[in-house]
């Protein structure tokens, strides 16, 4: 028996598309996507990882350069910075820790009324001592002076000898000692 | 085909018959795919890429620090050579070594320019009780010297001041300012040095330097 071919051209009508088709056809494009996405992620990454390790490597040679311009420093010059510091330092703590006796000695013998007379001053750390022989009212006239100066913290008359016939003269020689309120240098400048 | 491949593969199609089953196997791979990728991929990348970046800012404080070192050495260094002759000076005011000539030379010239009579001068290699006392460093040496000059009131008193504003650090311990007697000023042969003789007793100081390289 012969059999009638059919030509059937009208598009084959699919049934219509269930819930779970629709949901197969999203989840299968979104799938895409997110693995498209994740996988774009994980080449930025290693892109990134890549970028990083370039600039530690430029940093390191930075720092190799730096270092080895620093090394002649450190070797040539550092150590004549470092001996004037020290040096500097030195210095300015022996000066201010210096003595210093113009001023007072200058202020002593302004004092002094009779320049004629045997006047011996004598000076250690903040100690001055002035031996004299003079009238006993210049003595008390230095004396005075002395105490009402800011520049002595105490004074007093040590010795005072007369002879007998110095009496009748109202002379006689006397020790004058007097301890200085500050006798160091001023800072340096 | 090998029977039990056929059996896995139909069984596979059994399950992939409907379209539930293959959203569910479709999801299934694709939340397996970005786990592994997150863990073997995604994450490991990250945190080296947090670790080099925690890396690099420290190196850039290195840098950092390194850079303003070598600036302020290059500084320095400028300054140094620029002001030479004022390091000259500074070491020769507070040398290496006690250099008693220049102390001679000095207060000699002190004496001379205050037109008096430098009369005796003597050197003690000993430092003073009172510097031994004062905890200096062991690089700062010292050495007492002793001398008598024979002037005016005024100029020996110019003499007290050249001496102790002297750059070259000579620190007075003592002194005594006298007045000569009669009896002095009269054995003097005629020739007068002055009515008055000052004794100071001093020391003056220097900087020995360190045996070894010193450096940061």
Redesign the interface.
Known sequence: MEQNRIFNLLKPVQPPPTFWDKTYDWVLGKARVVILVTELLIVFAFVAKVIVDTQARAKDEEIATLKSELGFYATQREPLFRDIQRRDSAYQRLWKNGAHYKEVLDEIYSYIQNPGIQLTVTAEKNRVSILGYDDLSAVQNLETQLKASPSFSSVFVDTLSLEQKEILQSTGQYVLVATLADYKREDLN | MPPGYRNVNKRLNDLLS???S??YF??A??VV??VI??MV??LP??S??TF??E??AK??E??AK??T??QI??T??KE?DSKIDV?NY??EI?PDNPDQNGIITLLNDIALSNSSFLSKLSFNKNPSV?FAQ?G??E??KSQQVSITVEGS?SAL?NI??DI??SRR?L?????????K?AEDIATQDGISHGEYVLNVQMEY?Y?T?LTS????
């Open positions: 409907t379209s539930q293959k959203s479709v999801g791979v694709t795919f970005i990728m997150a991929g995604i990348a990250y080296a890429f080099q970046n890396e690099n190196r850039d290195v840098i390194l850079t070192k070598l050495s290059q320095l260094s140094y390091v500074f070491k507070f009172l004062s200096y460093e690089q700062i009131q008193q007290v001041n102790e504003s650090m620190n007075i311990l003592n002194f005594t300012l006298d007045r007697t100081y900087y330097n390289t010193d450096t940061l």
